[in-house]
């Protein structure tokens, strides 16, 4: 059975740090690329970042640009999103999701399972 489960996220004051991470089983994870996405309260659900099949390919939105990294770990079935210098504005439920292939893919359509979400708030 697929499944992609999120973890880390939680409170954290503006200007501080956190890694969310999405633990992958019932596939073949180094295959796919793999992307984070967010939707905050009252609005609609965006990309945040993807990572190809083996890590060499990277996107982020220019909202996230220089202080979010998304990594994974092939070996761990694990992939991971380190944000940094987080804003209010970054308040949302973060979501991992896999890509309906290899490469790395920006558009929700491209994408065919998904975790249940994992919530960060940024907050003082």
């Known amino acids: 059975q697929l499944q992609l489960v999120e973890s880390g996220g939680g409170l954290v004051q503006p200007g501080g740090s956190l890694r969310v991470s999405c633990a992958a089983s019932g596939f073949t994870f180094s295959s796919y690329a793999m992307g984070w996405f967010r939707q905050a309260p009252g609005k609609e659900r965006e990309i945040v970042a993807a990572i190809s099949w083996r890590g060499g390919i990277t996107y982020y939105a220019d909202s996230v640009k220089g202080r979010f990294t998304n990594s994974r770990d092939n070996d761990k079935n694990t992939v991971y999103l380190h944000m940094h210098t987080l804003n209010p504005a970054d308040t949302a439920v973060y979501y991992c999701?896999?890509?309906?292939?290899?490469?790395?893919?920006?558009?929700?359509?491209?994408?065919?399972?998904w975790g249940p979400g994992t919530p960060v708030t940024v907050s003082s």
């Open positions: 999701a896999r890509a309906d292939s290899s490469s790395v893919r920006r558009t929700m359509e491209e994408y065919d399972y």
